[in-house]
């Protein structure tokens, strides 16, 4: 597997789970361990809300996903944000889902 280069680190965020969508199976046997996981594994959307301290982009997040790598593009009509609109980020992070709270660092490419 290769490497991403990153660059600039634009958020860090830590969000709690407000609620999630289970696909086949539920995300309470698979934590317990008691269903045989598919070769192309689960999904589960999840929404959720935090705050994002980061040193470029602060403020409150919200949103729906499913929990995996991001790979993020933004796009605004502020013109005090438009330098946004050229970046290409890519995050990674941690999720405790027992403690139902992801934690995301995001970096421009």
Known sequence: MGTIEVGELLYDYTVKLTSWTEYGASLQSVMEGAVVLPPEGVRFDVSFEGVSIGPKLRGK??????????????????????????????????????EQVVHIKGFST
């Open 61 to 98: 997040v919200r949103g729906v996903d499913y929990l995996q790598h991001e790979n993020v593009t933004l796009f605004t009509s502020s013109k005090s944000y438009a330098w946004v609109n050229a970046l290409q980020i890519w995050a990674t992070g941690t999720a405790d889902l027992g």
